[in-house]
């Protein structure tokens, strides 16, 4: 595999042509300070890279980039931070704009891949106009993009002899398992920007090629060098020959490594292996990635050592054993394209993806959608997520690789008893043009209701068949085969599912959606007049129903729109013409299952009865629609509205809107594969209603802009801007897109916490609640205020029974009804531990006792050797979530631990010093809820005292965003 070197020109050059921001006051020009930031820590692929730049306005900007840190200088002009190595490059930005700031952007795709394996590291020039020498250097800023959606494979770690004494050619090393494994056909890599990575792909043994095993891989807990927590405990783990590396004159510089801290995976049995299922996780250390860092060549790669345990063996052959010496060590490139990659169609025409009858017949894609690809070496691949119809909660990860292709012309064309027809008439479709897989080999791997399921797949009967009628259902291009189903492990709770079982695949293929796709309906009312609306982008040009003057043409600035003034009858709208059919909306909205729809609007003050803004209905009748978008003035501010029907039924929600009424205001709302219902505000979400299932119940209804069909739902103001999507779109494009209408979106103010533990300015035995009621008591003795560098704090000696606790049971019940009412909450400690703490020292205890279903929440740290581990526990009407992490910070360390939970999308999230560290789906709500004491530093019962200091604890009533979290934490850390 030819190394692989990350190059940033074309990207950085891109970035150098974005118009600059004008909204930054001006820098004094005797304070010549020049900084770099990039908007995000880490991109996903489609999301827009952001660079801003600030100075001295006129001043000569230069952009300094490379792969490596340093020192270099050149005498008399300037002193920068990189290492000039061969990647080093130099932009001319020319002069800064007046207002001192420019903010350069690109669009991130799959050009840009290699920008994820190793950092590019920027730093800004700035040439002063007053003393123009030296220059003036910025911050370093490092630039990271997750390559979640772009094709990036693992493969052995081969062994470079001058660099290197250990053998390569072995991907996994599993001792008593054949040993070394490599990847036998095409694995795959994919590393995300919430800070998670999978790695996918079938190993075979070395030295008996019958041994082969399916690999699925999680990390989660990526540190790079800006965390705080870079470099793990007892990393870096050099492994190449010493002048190998930068110290010692050589290229491979460890401090451009990142890593993870959490490793989980399973190895499915296969061959010779069947009935086979171990688990392995991570051992004696973080895993790493980088340059250099498989310790076996210079290339892109990473290691982890692996702990493997057997849960059971393979069902003939050989007997595998328990190994703490496992070892995953690979090297990683970019893929060869595939044949073809095509996204599943789960609306045609069965309805489903996977049907297992005795769980469901209809399995549907969730989240991202489900893809299937081709290769030219004879293989393919099916992943994604599924859940049953209807109940997003029922799911499973679905990772399914086919081989031994069988074409029109080979020997065995077609695999004997292929092919299938099923509803199919023989005479209607070509079979002749169809291709097979004689090998199909996969696992469902459980989430949210069947969490800890492991089911492996193989081929019955027939070979998987893909071609034009080879569906198994009718005539559309797809692909079909019957399934074996083994239970290797049932769901950790609930559901158990029997061992022995069968099922099929059956797909039908489409193109799979641009990230960056158009919306199918856009009325941007600019350059218009008359009574007709144009559609920017489709067929639904619409027309005025008004001829009493209550629709006007109106300019506001740059923006061109129509006001609704809304004469004596109030039917005033914007509709389709008489006759005119709307088709062309409802198959792009009904075949994708997803949509977006937007609108920017000032609403008047007048009181109407639940305006609308967009509405695909035929009556005021809740059911009566496919959906509706509102938001109407009341007594005490605005409401917003969403109606959506699916198979499901109509979901009616009403929201307490974050505008006023004669504000701009960009109002969207989505629906996307999981089945919830979002409402935004200027690109900030502000509700979410969990629905399912697909829009195969929708017909076509009446389009209208301003009212309802019928004309007694009027909306009073102007409307600028109304956009359509077929696919539901994220946070970060809606935010982009509010920008794009109303110029740059303020920040929203973090939420206030609900109760906020500070222990500042305090004395005597008690902890005052500084928002709310619920001030904490001393329970025990050794307790001693301390001031030192972090603040002033409250030091914990260990006692098995000392603590801090509410008076009652009652006193915090006012906290369980707002956490209760929102279905969310976060949870944040400021703290530093002493290793002398109990084994699962407690740092926040709303309980009653020590078992896991008698409390609301517990944050748990504990000492495993060399590092603090935390825990932490959620109840919910489904269960009690028990989520470990390690935090890999040693004794007296100040840190921020985190955990947000929100029911509406199932997900628990827990993160160090405002950095995301983990990640956990976790079913049901929060209406089983107790009232319990709440304590700090130990549990009811004592024996989990915590020893160390406390500096600040809060509560919150809602899950704050990524971006919220890490301002909360910085704020305490001084940042």
């Given at each position: 595999?030819?190394?692989v ?27 010549p ?18 660079l ?21 200088s ?8 990189l ?6 490059s ?25 920008l ?14 007053a003393?123009?020498?030296p ?8 630039l ?7 094709d ?34 095409q694995g795959?890599?994919a ?19 019958g ?28 492994k190449l ?19 993870y ?8 049995g ?9 688990t ?6 973080a ?9 076996k ?20 052959g050989?007997t595998?054993v328990d190994s ?5 060590t ?6 060869p ?11 045609q025409?069965t ?9 469901s017949?209809?399995f ?8 299937f ?38 020997a ?9 027809w ?15 897989y004689q ?11 069947f969490?800890g399921a ?17 569906n ?23 559901t158990?599912?029997?061992?022995n079982?069968t ?29 007709q609306?144009?559609?920017?982008r ?13 629709l006007?043409?109106v ?6 729109g ?8 109030e039917d ?12 062309s ?14 609108a ?48 499901k ?16 205001a ?55 801007d ?7 779109l ?6 982009d ?12 103010p ?16 008690k ?8 001030d ?23 006692d ?5 606790k ?7 019940a006012?906290l ?15 703290y530093?531990?002493?290793k002398g ?32 581990s ?48 983990g ?18 530093g ?16 809060k ?9 919220a ?11």
């Open positions: 595999m030819a190394p070197r990350p190059l940033a020109l074309a990207v950085l050059a891109g970035l150098a042509g974005l118009v600059p921001s004008s909204d930054a006051a001006p820098l004094r020009l005797d304070d300070a020049v900084t770099a930031t990039f908007s995000q820590d880490i991109y996903e692929l489609g999301d827009t890279l952001e801003t730049i600030t100075g001295e306005p006129g001043a000569w900007t230069c952009i300094l980039f490379d792969t490596q840190l340093g020192t270099y050149i005498p008399g002009l300037i002193t920068f931070d290492a000039k190595s061969p990647s080093f130099v932009i001319d930005l020319g002069p800064l704009p007046p207002s001192g700031q420019l903010v350069l952007s690109l669009p991130t795709d799959c050009g840009t891949t290699l994820t394996q190793t950092p590019i590291h920027v730093q800004v020039a700035m040439f002063p106009t003393n123009p020498l220059a003036c250097m910025s911050n370093v800023a490092s990271l993009i997750g390559n979640g959606d772009c990036v494979c693992p493969a052995a770690a081969q062994q470079d002899a001058s660099v290197s004494a250990l053998p390569g050619g072995m991907a996994l090393h599993l001792p008593g398992a054949g040993g070394d494994y490599y990847f036998e056909s795959e890599l590393e995300n920007g919430d800070g998670t990575a999978t790695l996918r792909g079938v190993l075979a043994s070395l030295a008996s090629p041994d082969r095993f399916l690999l699925n891989v999680r990390l989660s807990g990526r540190l790079d060098r800006k965390d705080a927590a870079f470099p793990p405990i007892g990393s870096p783990n050099k020959l010493a002048p190998a590396y930068v110290e010692n004159g050589g290229p491979i510089d460890p401090e451009n490594w990142h890593y801290t959490e490793l989980e995976g399973d190895l499915v296969l061959d010779a292996l069947a009935g086979a299922y171990v392995i996780e991570d051992f004696g250390g895993v790493q990635f980088g340059m250099g860092a498989s310790g060549n210079l290339f892109y790669g990473a290691c982890a050592g692996l702990d493997a345990k057997v849960v059971s063996q393979p069902s003939a050989v595998l703490s010496s496992s070892e995953l690979i090297e990683i490139g970019q893929c394209p595939p044949f073809e990659d095509v996204c599943v169609d789960p609306s025409p309805g489903h993806i996977l049907w297992w009858p005795e769980v017949k209809h549907m894609a969730l989240t991202d959608g489900v893809t690809e081709e290769y030219a070496d004879g293989t393919a691949h099916l992943f994604g997520t599924v859940a049953v119809q209807g109940e997003p909660d029922k799911c499973f990860e679905l990772d399914v690789h086919f081989s031994d292709r069988v074409d029109n012309g080979d065995n064309f077609p695999p004997t008893d292929s092919p299938k099923g509803d199919v008439d023989p005479a209607s479709a070509d079979e002749t043009t169809w291709h097979y090998k199909t080999e996969g696992m469902l791997l459980g989430c949210g209701d969490v492991v089911i492996a797949l193989d081929r019955m009967g027939p070979s998987f068949q893909v071609g034009v009628g080879a198994y259902h009718d005539l559309d291009y797809g692909g079909s085969g019957w399934l074996n189903l083994t239970v290797l492990e049932q769901p950790t709770s609930g158990t599912f029997n061992v079982t099922g099929d695949i059956n797909l039908d293929f489409k193109n799979c959606p641009a990230p960056s796709a158009e919306p199918v309906v856009h009325y941007d009312f600019s350059g218009q007049a008359g009574t609306v144009l559609d920017q489709g067929d639904l040009d619409l027309v005025f129903d008004a001829a009493d003057g209550s006007q043409w300019t506001d600035g740059a923006l061109e129509v006001r609704f003034l809304q004469g004596s009858g005033t709208c914007i509709r389709r013409p008489d006759g005119a059919s709307n088709l909306l409802l198959d792009a909205l009904q075949k994708e299952g997803n949509l977006t729809v937007q920017l609007v000032r609403q008047d003050a007048a009181i109407a009865n639940d305006s609308r803004i967009v509405s695909f209905s035929s009556s005021t009748t809740v059911g009566d629609r496919n959906f509706s978008l509102m938001s109407y003035p009341t007594a005490g501010g605005v409401q917003g509205q969403v109606r959506l029907s699916t198979g039924g109509t979901l009616d929600k009403e929201f307490d809107a974050t505008w006023k009424a004669g504000e701009l960009v109002v969207a709302m989505t629906y996307g594969q999981d089945g919830v219902v979002r409402a935004f505000h200027n690109g900030s979400l502000v509700a979410s209603f969990v629905h399912g299932d697909d829009f195969s119940s929708w017909t076509d209804r009446p389009f209208v802009l301003g009212n309802e069909f019928g004309g007694d739902r009027p909306f009073h103001g102007e409307m600028f109304v956009k359509i999507w077929n696919r539901a994220s946070a970060g494009e809606l935010l897109e509010a920008g794009d209408l109303i110029g740059t979106i303020p920040t929203p973090t939420a206030a916490p609900i109760a906020h533990w500070d222990f500042s300015s305090q004395t005597g035995d902890v005052l609640d500084q928002v709310g009621s619920v904490l008591d001393f329970d025990g003795d050794d307790f001693d205020w301390v001031t030192d560098s972090h603040g002033m704090g409250l030091e914990f000696e260990k098995n029974s000392d603590m801090l509410s008076a009652s049971t009652s006193s915090a006012g369980r009804q707002a956490i209760q009412a929102s279905n969310a909450l976060t949870l944040q400690v400021f530093s531990q002493d703490s109990d084994d699962d020292a407690r740092l926040f205890s709303w309980s009653s006792g020590t078992d896991v279903t008698n409390r609301n929440l517990s944050m748990i740290s504990t000492w495993n050797g060399s590092s603090f935390g825990e932490l526990r959620v109840k919910t009407s489904s269960s009690t979530s028990e989520i470990h992490q390690g935090l890999g910070v040693g004794e007296d360390v100040a840190v921020v631990y985190t955990m947000t939970f929100d029911a509406t999308t199932g997900v628990v999230r827990s993160y160090l010093d405002g950095q995301l560290i990640t956990d789906s976790h079913a049901g709500d929060l209406s089983n809820w107790s009232d319990h004491k709440l304590r700090l130990n549990e009811s019962g004592g024996k989990r005292s915590f020893e160390g200091v406390m500096y600040d604890v509560l919150w009533d809602t899950a704050l965003d990524d971006a979290v890490l301002d909360a934490a910085n704020g305490l850390l001084g940042l």
